[in-house]
């Protein structure tokens, strides 16, 4: 109820990244405003802002407007209504719409300085206007996001820019001269370039020439591990920090062989972000980013040379001609892929297939790219026509119920029908369950509390 000085206000505002805006001033201009609206009808008594958080993200999975709804839900909350430092940050789309009925269900006003007061929806047209907040702010980052991605094109195409990141193994970054806008020049800004660095480039050209003279990525990664040379990680911890860099392996020679900006041209996209829906059945949750490739005809490669070249053009093309990966064989599906866990190492088992049929196998972290340690466990291996006949019994057992009181009378009702195969890794994948292989005793053991256990005959 509201206090006789008037409603009382949580305040709730938002600010997305810290590198271009200052959250602290964000967060005092917009709850300057807050204050001026409610001036007069009452005052705010607690505080939600959200930093580093993008306005197409749910409330519910923005940490601070999530604590708010948890406040709003509480009978003995301390305070009546919510006030918005700027409708366009607090909602996206079609947001205040989905969430309206919320608002109305807990009896909290909504105020908003674009209507000098609070939002309400039996009013013609002030809904319809909230939306039209939330549409223009999908429109602002929609333009936004065409200028910056024309621009980045421009300046990769034309000017063979370095547009920031982490340069590649081989290079480092070099001083380019003051930086062309005006206003970062006069604050000193800099631009940069890549420049070859004198102890990886000619690993890197090395690199090249080992596959061009006919020579496997095992093979290269393993002569670079046998004579010591320290992997990307290694010998840039700073800038690697989620490597452990412990080896050269084989995905980290094949990412040094495919990436075209070895040969001196700058390039980019050759990554994009894509949105999908988190739980289709449920878009209020909106959307995970997920990087994927693109393909080469996506990419934005600089018309000229932008930097020294480490690998000539012509043998770049050849490597990729050479470093084309195999098409899986028609026919060959692992049923059981990313189920399986090695009950010596605790690592997932990698699917193989062996004497035509699909299996896995586990070699507790040894890879081809160093020699094999004399001490290490063998290899573990697991059919999968060996696990399969064993799986509907197993998911009777994971679905069944605790078994009845001995004085319940007998059900005559027919016994459920005995699940398949298939049926069974369905259920293990939605539950999440995994399976964990032992080698010696080739048992079978479900990560549940009562750890289900099959014996592999």
């Not at 003279?213 to 004579?227: C, E, F, K, P, W």
């Not at 959307?287 to 690998?311: E, F, K």
Request: charged share 20%; hydrophobic share 35%; glycine share 8%.
């Amino acid at each position: 109820m509201p206090s006789a000085s008037g409603l009382r206000f949580a305040f709730y505002g938002r600010v997305s990244t810290e590198d271009h805006q200052d959250p602290a001033t964000s967060q005092a201009w917009q709850l300057l405003g807050a204050q001026a609206l409610v001036s007069g009808h009452g005052r705010i008594v607690s505080e939600f802002f959200d930093t580093g958080r993008s306005r197409t993200i749910p409330w519910a999975r923005r940490p601070q407007a999530a604590a708010l709804l948890a406040a709003m839900a509480d009978p003995d909350r301390e305070f009546d209504a919510v006030v918005i430092g700027s409708s366009e940050r607090a909602f996206y789309g079609n947001q205040f719409a989905t969430m309206a009925p919320l608002f109305d269900h807990y009896g909290v006003e909504v105020w908003v300085p674009e209507l000098g007061g609070a939002v309400d929806p039996r009013v013609g047209g002030q809904e319809e206007l909230m939306i039209l907040l939330g549409i223009l702010s999908k429109r602002e980052i929609a333009r936004a996001r065409t200028r910056v991605r024309a621009a980045m094109t421009v300046q990769t195409r034309d000017q063979g820019r370095y547009l920031g990141g982490r340069p590649p193994y081989g290079y480092r970054l070099a001083d380019a001269g003051p930086h062309p806008n005006r206003s970062l020049a006069r604050r000193g800004v800099r631009m940069q370039r890549l420049d070859t660095d004198p102890a990886c480039g000619p690993i890197v050209s090395w690199i090249f020439a080992q596959r061009l003279a006919g020579h496997s990525i095992t093979r290269i990664a393993r002569a670079l591990n046998d004579a010591g040379i320290p992997c990307p990680a290694a010998a840039d911890p700073t800038r690697n920090p989620h490597r452990n860099g412990q080896r050269w392996v084989l995905n980290t020679v094949r990412a040094i062989l495919t990436n075209p900006r070895y040969t001196g041209r700058q390039v980019w996209n050759r990554q994009r972000t894509d949105h999908d829906l988190i739980d289709p059945a449920n878009t209020t949750l909106g959307y995970r980013d997920v990087m994927r490739w693109n393909t080469p005809t996506d990419w934005i490669i600089s018309a000229r040379p932008a930097h020294p070249a480490l690998v000539s053009e012509a043998d770049f093309i050849t490597v990729q001609n050479l470093c084309q990966g195999r098409e899986t064989a028609p026919g060959r599906t692992y049923l059981l892929a990313g189920l399986l866990c090695c009950g010596v190492c605790g690592r997932r088992m990698e699917s193989h297939w062996t004497h035509h049929r699909p299996g896995y196998r586990c070699r507790h972290g040894h890879t081809s790219t160093t020699r094999p340690d004399p001490g290490r466990a063998p290899n573990a291996y697991l059919r999968e026509d060996q696990v399969l006949p064993h799986l509907p019994a197993l998911h009777l057992r994971l679905t069944s119920r605790l078994d009845p009181p001995r004085s319940a009378p007998v059900s005559c009702d027919p016994a459920p029908p005995t699940p398949t195969p298939t049926q069974a890794i369905a259920h293990v994948r939605s539950e999440e369950i995994t399976l964990t292989y032992e080698p010696a005793s080739r048992n079978l053991t479900a990560d549940t509390p009562r750890a289900e256990r099959i014996t592999i005959s």
